[in-house]
T-cell receptor, first 114, second 115 residues
Framework: DADVTQTPRNRITKTGKRIMLECSQTKGHDRMYWYRQDPGLGLRLIYYSFDVKDINKGEISDGYSVSRQAQAKFSLSLESAIPNQTALYFC?????????????FGPGTRLLVL | AQKITQTQPGMFVQEKEAVTLDCTYDTSDQSYGLFWYKQPSSGEMIFLIYQGSYDEQNATEGRYSLNFQKARKSANLVISASQLGDSAMYFCAMRGNSNDYKLSFGAGTTVTVRA
């Protein structure tokens, strides 16, 4: 079984709809992240959380919100989806107990906003 | 702020040969980490190898090795004995000392392995 899972894997929605992307991990990591990937722009950080009570905005948080329901679960919401939020979304986790803090990514969610 | 530059948009390599993917970085942080990830056409991001800025030895992980030249601020990935399954996009990434621990990614290099 995958250590970091994301649901759904693919989603088509309409402008103005609220949607939630979910991320779960069994790695026991304390830190979790949400990134989006756009062609030619690489990955950009949306939100990050260092523990259940710690939520922080990344570089492109406008139009998004998150919830850390448990150490293992971190959800990303688009309150009112717009077409330029069409992208590939990744959840990632890392362990603050290691010096390298390698981030391990989920399989991604492909989101299309019409 | 960190900046990662990958100057090779695409490369072709013959099966069983080695290939070097270039990565240069720019940072004012003294402590940082360098990472390479592989993204096959299926889309997932797969961690390959890590190099810490204070590591004196170049990192190796199976067929992957990282040629770290700190003074030149380069962190090239070498894939030895290429396999057809190595065809993918490869991203160099860096984590600096910022509080968010975010990774800054390069634009990526597409590798195509020919039989």
């Amino acid at each position: 079984d995958a250590d970091v899972t994301q649901t759904p894997r693919n989603r088509i929605t309409k402008t103005g709809k609220r949607i939630m992307l979910e991320c779960s991990q069994t790695k026991g990591h304390d830190r979790m992240y949400w990134y989006r990937q756009d062609p030619g722009l690489g990955l950009r950080l949306i939100y990050y959380s260092f523990d259940v009570k710690d939520i922080n905005k990344g570089e492109i948080s406008d139009g998004y919100s998150v919830s850390r329901q448990a150490q293992a679960k971190f959800s990303l919401s688009l309150e009112s989806a717009i077409p330029n939020q069409t992208a590939l979304y990744f959840c990632a986790t890392s362990d603050s107990g290691t010096g390298e803090e390698t981030q391990y990514f989920g399989p991604g969610t492909r989101l299309l906003v019409l | 702020a960190q900046k990662i530059t990958q100057t090779q948009p695409g490369m072709f390599v013959q099966e069983k040969e080695a290939v070097t993917l270039d990565c240069t970085y720019d940072t004012s942080d003294q402590s940082y980490g360098l990472f390479w990830y592989k993204q096959p056409s299926s889309g997932e991001m797969i961690f390959l190898i890590y190099q810490g800025s204070y590591d004196e030895q170049n990192a190796t992980e199976g067929r992957y090795s990282l040629n770290f030249q700190k003074a030149r601020k380069s962190a090239n990935l070498v894939i030895s004995a290429s396999q057809l399954g190595d065809s993918a996009m490869y991203f160099c990434a860096m984590r600096g000392n910022s509080n968010d621990y975010k990774l800054s990614f390069g634009a990526g290099t597409t590798v195509t392995v020919r039989a």
